[in-house]
């Protein structure tokens, strides 16, 4: 049985939530592998809108079981209240399962990271806020505090200790904040401990023991590709990897495991946050994308930057992610419009640039290169396969496809659970 990788192919926020729920009730896990509560998915089932973070979508499915893996890192407070918030609206979370592994967000994590933001000024990343990227320095520095820490009041004392012992000095002497004690994040910490316990696992055993018994396993990114710490527009970029590569560490499953790559992509481009974005528009229509797609951050609350769609960057995600198939989001946003125009190459310095360019500088100054394409003004939402759709339609989903790279195999045309049109199954 497949294990299917599920990713954002542009900047985030393509809908991915809504993909993932689709294929929730076909599988048996879902596991999120990188990231934190910065990512946010919204899942609508019947007239029940869900606003997910930290936790994978496929908790919403009956007999999936939900995976957070060792990539990801975890905000306790995040996790208890998202779990509250879910089964007090009668959602079973009891099947949950957190690697020991995983990362713990502190709150000195947060801390630092929001007067590190403020500190930049003009300069700023443009980050959620949440502690997400010191986590992972940290993690990377050898100083970081995992799941399992929370069951060794002694080994947590002395990593607590370690961390604050150079970031005290930073708050206190650049920041001018004061000092952080020791005993007050332990205690927090450990006040977690006992109300996750049930809940953590090893994950890497689980996981591929799963996949040997034949078991559907579907690994589901944050974030998208273009904010990939390796292959995204560094720095404006997360603090992980959500491209497919990001779920073979973050999960612990080896390359060979994977048999489909999924890329989501929004029939038009929004991003959250600063950093270069070639189509990005400031008129009417940019206005209007907002207002029809309900562009606001589902975690940060932020209005969503808008553009017509990239086929450049879609191509790139193809080719980073080694995608095989697409899911195209939100095509009945563009219900309305005249023509639509899709960016196919960049203007840069007076030459055409038909790929990304891997310079920084080079991708700042990248000016869109558009394609007209006709569009349509039927309601789409009611479509139930691909014939449904307006000429048009079909044609721009066509287009798109052939300049994308990958086969677009499901088309979200309303943000409803069963508001989709399935051409080739994900299965």
Known sequence: MPALVLLGAQWGDEGKGKATDLLGGSVDYVVRYQGGNNAGHTVVVGDQKYALHLLPSGILSPGCTPVIGNGVVVDPSVLLSELSGLNERGVDTSKLLISGNAHIITPYNVTVDKVTERFLGKRKIGTTGRGIGPTYADKINRVGIRVQDLYDESILMQKVEAA???????????????????????????????????????????????????????????????????????????????????????????????????????????????????????????????????????????????????????????????????????????TGWEQIPVCVAYEIDGKRVEELPYSQTDFHHAKPVYEMLPGWSEDISKAKSFSDLPKNAQAYVKALEEMSGAPISAIGVGPGRDETIEINSFL
Do not use: M
């Not at 650049?174 to 004690?181: C, D, H």
């Not at 960057?313 to 995608?323: E, H, M, Q, W």
């Open 164 to 334: 604050l012992d150079v970031k005290n000095q930073v708050l206190t002497k650049l920041y001018n904040r004061r000092a952080i004690a020791v005993e007050q994040v332990v205690e927090e910490l450990l006040g977690y401990a006992e109300k996750i316990r049930p809940f953590v696992a090893d994950t890497v055993l689980v996981l591929n023991q799963a996949l040997e018994d034949d078991k559907v396993v579907l690994f589901e990114g944050g974030q998208g590709t273009l904010l990939d710490i390796d292959h995204g527009t560094y720095p404006f970029v997360t603090s992980s990897n959500p491209t497919a590569g990001g779920a073979c560490t973050g999960a612990g499953v080896g390359p060979t495991k994977i048999s489909r790559v999924i890329g989501i992509l929004k029939a038009y481009t929004t991003r959250v946050g600063a950093g270069p974005f070639p189509t990005e528009l400031f008129d009417e229509d940019g206005e209007a994308l907002r207002r029809i797609g309900g562009e606001r951050g589902v975690t940060t609350g932020r209005d969503r930057r808008c553009g017509w769609f990239d086929a450049v960057i879609a191509r790139y995600a193809t080719r980073v992610n080694g995608l095989t198939d697409f899911f195209l989001t939100k095509l009945d946003v563009l």
